[in-house]
């Protein structure tokens, strides 16, 4: 069994190398976005919980999320893995996903860190905003609020994999091709 944790700031192309590595290696992809989507939708007990804080503008506590993201597992059981996109962001978060899956028998086994610089990052997005319709991927300023906000509070999960060994910082510039033969180096090396 596969379970990886893949993360980098916005843009550096996670949802595009998640789909790769989902369809490579057999994953269940598990996106937080689409998880609250869903639950919202079929009007879950989770899904009901999750909407009156989105509703109030404030943020879905981690015991929700973790309770959906345990269902997701627990719904898949011979899954060869996960990929999990967008969860965790914080240390708190990676704390009770190692106690989740600790709890099923698994675990992560390697933390993919995509590495893209800055300018980068604000000029992939600036491009992405003109086809995408998304209005935080068309204003620089609210860009680079999006990085900050990355660099402080989910950059240091790269210092919680380190410590378990689990981390692969990966050069996330280069092809689509390119970039995914690195992160396939990194998971079959771990």
């Known amino acids: 069994m596969i379970n990886i944790v893949i993360f980098g700031p916005p843009g550096a192309g996670k949802g595009t190398q998640s789909e790769r590595l989902q369809s490579h290696y057999n994953l269940v992809h598990i996106s937080t976005g689409d998880l609250f989507r869903a639950h919202i939708k079929g009007?879950?007990?989770?899904g009901v919980e999750a909407k009156s804080y989105i509703d109030k503008g404030d943020l879905v506590p981690d015991s929700v999320t973790i309770g959906m993201l345990r269902d997701k597992?627990?719904?898949?059981?011979?899954?060869?893995?996960?990929i999990f996109d967008g969860f965790p962001r914080t240390t708190p978060q990676a704390d009770?996903?190692?106690?989740?899956?600790?709890?099923?028998?698994?675990?992560?086994?390697?933390?993919?860190?995509?590495?893209?610089?800055?300018?980068?990052?604000v000029a992939r997005l600036l491009n992405r905003g003109k086809t995408s319709g998304r209005a935080d991927d068309a204003n620089e300023?609210?860009?680079?609020n999006?990085?900050?906000?990355?660099q402080r509070e989910t950059a240091p999960l790269k210092?919680?994999?380190a410590k378990q060994d689990k981390l692969a910082d990966i050069n996330g510039v280069g092809t689509i091709d390119e970039i995914f033969g690195r992160l396939c180096d990194a998971v079959d090396a771990h």
């Open 43 to 46: 009007e879950t007990k989770l």
């Open 141 to 144: 300023a609210v860009i680079r």
């Open 159 to 161: 210092e919680f994999y």
């Open 73 to 82: 597992v627990e719904d898949n059981p011979q899954a060869n893995g996960f």
């Open 96 to 121: 009770s996903l190692d106690a989740l899956l600790n709890s099923l028998n698994k675990g992560i086994n390697v933390c993919l860190s995509l590495q893209v610089s800055d300018e980068e990052l």
């Open 146 to 150: 999006r990085l900050a906000v990355y």
